[in-house]
Every structure is written in structure tokens, then in C-alpha cells.
């Protein structure tokens, strides 16, 4: 609790392209939640040196990234937006969880199965650890609630049990995250292949549609989008083309996907194609802009970024303090 209000974190990476997937399960529900809890929004540069980088695009990244949250409606002054970088607590507490966490349950991560096999010239340790700097992210500002899509739910449920097996030890230090999943849209699949996500790192481009997509690309995506030959305007996992191209136009649109099946109801896919590039378009296109002009606002986001760094430093802190007591690290003289 911070001020009365529950805490809530969570954070994206800034590597490759964002793509609608990354709205659509995550950050448009960031902009829903921030009214209601202590928001820590974080921009995890630290984890995206887990696989190769350039430093030039690296920064440049993760800066367009920050900007994205504030142009999606995230308030710097309301919601704390910060660099993982600028915060040491992450590594620190990522250190100590280490020595609290199980080989054999990072064996089982499948994300780190996924990565390596992608990337087998270069399968290193913080590859391997990957998910305990995550649980370190959360733990860190004690936080209550991480909304993610489904992809993390295996990372988190690690995070509970290193929390859990931490406080059976030592007493009550964390709070265990609960993970919150959007009603629909938790899970976007690749236009291309609907039984896989719709991920940044596709060979396939035709199978994401990227938030920086202009209007004729987004229009080309959707009408090529793979689905069936059932003839049935249905939503069921059966037809899995369909169902996702159900979930981006319900979200879009802020309906339920039996809404979309009663708008639609009759109609041809070709014509539902149609309908769902506009839609996406109509998201993108306000948020494109505003990223536009925030990124030439330098003053504004350098200034958003001391602020919010200073604050998650001093909560981070503040955990941090108590963990490395509870470990047995000699006090500090001051
Ligand atoms: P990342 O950067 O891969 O993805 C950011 C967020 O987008 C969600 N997401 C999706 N949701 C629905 N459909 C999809 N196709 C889709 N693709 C991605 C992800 O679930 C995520 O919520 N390890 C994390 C970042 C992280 C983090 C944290 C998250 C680091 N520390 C602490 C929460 C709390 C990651 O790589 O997400």
C-alpha cells in the first residue's frame, strides 16, 4: 500500500517492434488500472540485454517506448514511468532472489526454452535468470497486481512462489502479486499462423500488426489475416482466425466479442476484414500521433524521467533495506 492505495507494476521491453499484441493484452489495460492503484510502469531495458543489442537502437527504443506509455494516457505526474536502468534495487534484489530460486524451476520456463532454441549462439545467464530480475521488478514495490498477458502467467507464478518461499523464511517482506488479464484480448494470435501469438520477434511480418504499421499496411495485414473456410460467423476455438480477428475488432471497439458475432452475423469475413483494419486504424492512428509529438518534447520527457526514476528509487529502496536485513548484510553506518 502506498498512500491508502494498492500498488500495481508492470513493464515491457523495449526490443523490436511493439506490436498490437503488446496494446491490446497490456498496455491499454495499464491505462484502465492507473486510476485505481499506485502505478509502477517500467520501461525493462535490463532485460532486453539478454539478447544482443545495438546501444544506439537500444536507447533510442526505450525512450519511443517510454513515450508510447504517456501517449497511450499514462500521466508522468500520476503513474511513476522509469527506466529500469536508473534504478539499482532491480539488480540488487534480482541478486539475492537468485540464491532463493531453484535451477529446476527455471528449467521449466518455456519463454527460456523458446529463447534459447532462437537464439542458440548466444544462450547466456541472465537468458537463464531472465525471470528472476522479473520477480525482482515486482517484489521490489511490493506490488499487488501485475496486469500482463497470458505469455507471462508462467513468470509470474514463479515471482508468488519466490515470494512465498522468501516469507516462509523470514517473516511477512512481500506482498504476493496477484497477475490481472484482460477479459479478452489477453492473448493475440499471429495474423499469419492463429494458433501462435502475435509476437514482435515473427519472421512472418504479415503475421503482427506493429503499433508504427501506417493506415494502408494495418488495411493489407487484416485482409490477408488467415481464417477458415467454415463460412460461419462463429467464436470458438475451432475456427481460431476468426476468433482473434473477434478479439482485436471487440477490443477495439470496446464490445464484447458476442456483440461483434451479433454485428456481423451473416456477413462475409472479406467484409469483417474491412472492418477490423478500420478499427485498428482508429486506435493507432491518435496514438502515432501523440508519440510524434511527445518525442520531440525533450524537456518533457527528461524531466518525466528524473522525477519518476527519484521516486521508484526511493521505494525500491525501501524494500531493498528491509530484504537485505532479513538476509543477514551488516547494517549501513550512517
Ligand atoms: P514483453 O515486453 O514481451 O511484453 C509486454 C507485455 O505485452 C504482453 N503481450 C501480449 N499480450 C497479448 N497478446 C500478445 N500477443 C502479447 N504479446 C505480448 C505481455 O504479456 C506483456 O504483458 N518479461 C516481460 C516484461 C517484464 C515485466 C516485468 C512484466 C519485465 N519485468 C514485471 C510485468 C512485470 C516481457 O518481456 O514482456
Request: charged share 25%.
Amino acid at each position: 500500500m502506498i498512500d491508502g492505495k494498492k500498488v500495481l507494476f508492470s513493464g515491457m521491453q523495449a526490443t523490436g517492434s511493439l506490436t498490437l499484441g503488446n496494446y491490446l493484452g497490456a498496455l491499454k489495460n495499464w491505462v484502465t488500472l492507473s486510476g485505481e492503484y499506485e502505478c509502477f510502469y517500467c520501461v525493462v531495458d535490463m532485460h532486453s540485454i539478454t539478447i544482443r543489442q545495438d546501444p544506439a537502437t537500444l536507447r533510442k527504443r526505450a525512450r519511443a517506448l517510454l513515450a508510447l506509455y504517456i501517449a497511450a494516457g499514462l500521466d508522468p505526474k500520476k503513474n511513476c514511468i522509469y527506466y529500469q536502468s536508473h534504478v539499482s534495487g532491480h539488480a540488487e534484489l534480482a541478486w539475492i532472489l537468485n540464491c532463493y530460486t531453484y535451477m529446476g524451476e527455471l528449467n521449466r520456463m518455456t519463454q527460456f526454452k523458446d529463447k534459447s532454441a532462437k537464439h542458440a549462439d548466444n544462450i547466456n545467464a541472465g537468458l537463464y535468470t531472465y525471470p528472476v530480475l522479473m520477480a525482482a521488478d515486482i517484489l521490489l514495490y511490493q506490488a499487488d497486481v501485475v496486469p500482463v498477458g497470458v505469455d507471462q502467467m508462467q513468470h509470474l507464478e514463479l515471482t508468488r512462489n519466490i515470494a512465498e518461499r522468501f516469507n516462509k523464511l523470514y517473516g511477512d517482506v512481500f506482498t504476493i502479486p496477484e497477475v490481472y488479464l484482460g477479459k479478452v484480448g489477453a492473448k493475440i494470435m499471429s495474423l499469419q499462423d492463429p494458433t501462435r501469438k502475435m509476437s514482435k520477434s515473427d519472421e512472418n511480418p504479415n503475421g503482427s500488426i506493429y503499433l508504427m504499421d501506417d493506415p494502408d499496411t494495418v488495411m493489407r495485414k487484416c485482409k490477408k489475416a488467415v481464417t477458415d473456410s467454415e463460412g460461419c460467423f462463429c467464436y470458438r476455438p475451432e475456427q481460431p482466425g476468426l476468433k482473434n480477428l473477434i478479439d482485436i475488432y471487440s477490443v477495439c471497439t470496446g464490445q464484447t466479442p458476442a456483440d461483434t458475432v451479433a454485428e456481423f452475423e451473416g456477413k462475409g469475413y472479406g467484409e469483417f476484414k474491412v472492418a477490423v483494419g478500420e478499427a485498428v486504424i482508429s486506435v493507432l492512428k491518435p496514438l502515432q500521433a501523440e508519440v510524434a509529438k511527445l518525442e520531440k518534447d525533450k524537456a518533457y520527457l527528461d524531466a518525466a524521467i528524473k522525477e519518476n526514476a527519484e521516486k521508484a528509487q526511493y521505494y525500491a529502496t525501501k524494500t531493498l533495506r528491509k530484504v537485505q536485513r532479513k538476509v543477514g548484510f551488516p547494517d549501513r553506518i550512517r
